[in-house]
């Protein structure tokens, strides 16, 4: 049976991609429709920011986002760039950001935490070093491509470059949104955290 796409596309993609199809549509030719509203859904919706997610676990749209379509609109930390591509505001993310850090040649960002967010770190390029305190003595983990760091909630911590070329790493965290608290120190006066 040969269904004519035109009939079963939805007016409103996202109503499409909620799954409220033409009642009449039923079985396989509601699937079908489904199918091909989702896919219209799917094709539609790069660049579309912001989309709230849905209810319809089986009906929401799958985002791509370009290398070059990353932005530096998220929480900065001095001599690093961070540029966003997953987030709350870009995709609808509820639980997720996910981005890059870029540390030139040389340079060490400001140090910092990540508030109640989990980070996990793969290092794409260069020999970045991930700094951080354990009692009163700075701990630095080396890094080359293809390693993995993990940073617990709320540890202050810095990233340093020592190597000649840029080091770019992969970020996801455990937030909506880039969660990024500026410090002085690795010693802050107040340790980070939630208060007692």
């Known amino acids: 049976m040969r269904l004519k796409a035109s009939r079963h596309r939805a007016a409103d993609p996202l109503l499409a991609a909620r799954g409220t199809y033409p009642p009449a549509l039923g079985g396989e030719a509601g699937q079908l429709a489904g199918a091909r509203a989702y896919s219209l859904l799917s094709r539609s919706a790069k660049g ?12 929401r749209p799958l985002f ?39 540390v030139a040649a040389g340079a060490k960002s400001g140090d910092h935490h990540h508030g109640e967010a989990e980070t996990a770190i793969y290092v794409v390029s260069g020999t970045p070093a991930f700094v951080f305190a354990d009692g009163d003595q700075e701990v630095r983990l080396e890094a080359k491509p293809g390693d993995y ?48």
């Open 48 to 59: 579309v920011k912001g989309t709230a997610m849905s209810d319809d676990h089986w009906h």
């Open 64 to 102: 791509q986002i370009r290398a070059g379509e990353l932005t530096g609109d998220t929480g900065q930390t001095s001599g690093m760039t961070r540029r966003e591509a997953i987030s709350g505001k870009s995709v609808g993310a509820e639980k997720l950001w996910m981005g890059q850090t870029h």
């Open 149 to 196: 760091i993990f940073v617990p909630p709320y540890v202050p911590h810095r990233e340093e470059n020592p190597g000649d070329e840029e080091a770019v790493v992969v970020i996801a965290r455990s937030s909506q949104e880039g969660i990024v608290v500026n410090l002085e120190s690795l010693w802050p006066a107040q340790p980070p955290g939630p208060s007692a």
